[in-house]
């Protein structure tokens, strides 16, 4: 068994790291710091790991050797004690922003202040198996995802890749999230008469995950519009944009099989009938899976993809174990079984 | 089940046709899931099965 610590574990995704790596049949969880809760039990901040686990939170001071270290802090804390944290463990995930980007002018760009560790970014692979599955088997440092734009990314990523959208007339993706991405601390606009029931734009231009899915997708004149949503888990992503050249439905088929058909974790999603014809993100609580698709507006020419998952799962803690199990040579889908729930 | 899967004329998806199917048999498609039916034997030869019309007791 490989021994994995969480540093920064007290909040939703250090919550979703420490119950995916004690369900982990190859790694056994061996610390998980916070400072706001050091020396009380994991199932103070996550009461669904009562009776899973005897382990207290420690201070991040105490964090001992292990094999692999997961970081789930807030931004800007891990680039500016990544020396430390790599002295601690051979693999390090770092599940923050701070090394997503390629360059320190482009994070200072996006998050509004200086990289404290620019040396460290071209050591880290970007922790998106789907982009870098080669480049993650056996790599020391990976970073994290953006949910947004992950959602983003792999509902575009097979017509990016084709080089059949019209990019002069850009891209526009509509994001509709939970309220889980705002993270375990609460303020004003998360008071539960001010947050319950909002259609609530909170970013319709601007959004920090926009640099992600230009990087991504290699693709410019991209844009991001993000709403806060009635749901705890979840983003979605309706994507508008131009086809450069006309495709059929079987055309675009072909496209979306040539990219995921051999992906464990990207579905898709795009049927003719019933409740469930596009990705929606309400099924996929819980679960690892990313489901995509499409829809058609042949006459204008028009595409709309759709791209749908659990914020907390694909979009960052199991995107990261994804990874983690790609560097330590394990099965890639190791811990990550579950399917989600329905009806939930 | 037929020896070749038979191609979905919406999607290009693979459908498997069980052995003993008949004419008319409706069968789901496991990728788009448009209802096909099945309108020849020998070869076997699909296509989308018509919607249930209403005949207003007609």
């Not at chain 1, 199932?43 to 899973?52: C, Q």
């Not at chain 1, 998106?128 to 020391?140: K, Q, Y």
Request: glycine letters at 10%; proline letters at 5%; a negative charge.
């Amino acid at each position: 068994m490989m021994r994995v610590s969480i540093a920064g574990g007290s909040g939703y995704v250090g919550g979703e790291l420490a119950r995916l790596v004690l369900g982990h049949p190859g790694l056994e969880l061996a610390q998980v710091s916070s400072e706001r809760s050091a020396g009380q039990y994991l199932s103070s901040a996550h009461p669904n790991l009562r009776g899973r686990s005897d382990l207290r939170f420690c201070p991040i001071a105490a964090l001992e050797p292990a094999d692999a270290l997961l970081l789930a802090l807030p931004h800007g804390h891990s680039s500016r004690q990544i020396g430390r944290f790599a002295d601690l463990a051979q693999t390090v995930v770092d599940l923050a922003a701070d090394f997503r980007l390629d360059t320190a002018d482009s994070y200072e760009h996006w998050y509004g202040e200086p990289h404290a560790s620019p040396d460290w970014l071209e050591r880290f692979t970007y922790g998106l198996p789907e982009l870098h599955r080669e480049r993650l088997a056996g790599a020391r440092y990976a970073s994290g995802v953006g949910c947004n734009a992950t959602a983003c990314t792999l509902a575009l990523l097979p017509l990016a890749r084709a080089g059949v959208l019209d990019e002069a007339r850009g891209i526009v993706c509509d994001v509709k999230v939970g309220s889980s991405e705002g993270g375990a601390a609460w303020g004003a606009g998360s008071h539960h008469p001010v947050r319950s029931g909002v259609v609530r734009t909170y970013a319709p231009a601007g959004h920090r995950h926009t640099a992600e899915v230009r990087r991504n997708l290699e693709i410019e004149n991209v844009h991001l519009s993000v709403t806060a949503i009635e749901m705890v888990r979840g983003a979605s992503a309706t994507c508008h944009a131009w086809l450069s050249q006309e495709l059929s439905e079987k055309d675009l088929w072909k496209l979306y099989r040539d990219a995921w058909t051999n992906e464990p974790f990207v579905r898709i999603v795009h049927e003719q009938k019933g409740s469930w014809r596009h990705p929606e993100p309400k099924i996929l609580a819980g679960s690892n899976y990313a489901d995509v698709g499409w829809a058609l507006d042949l006459e204008h020419g028009r595409i709309v993809a759709f791209g749908a998952i659990d914020n907390l799962m694909k979009g960052a803690a199991g995107s990261a174990l994804q990874s983690l199990n790609l560097m330590l040579g394990l099965d890639e889908g190791s811990g990550l079984d579950f399917p989600g729930l329905h009806p939930v | 089940m037929s020896d070749n899967p038979i191609e979905c004329p919406v999607c290009a998806g693979s459908v498997q046709i069980e052995e003993g199917a008949v004419l008319g048999e409706v069968v789901p498609c496991p990728d788009c899931g448009s209802e096909l039916e099945v309108l020849e034997l020998a070869p076997v030869t699909i296509g989308v099965a018509p919607d249930v019309e209403e005949d207003w007791g007609e």
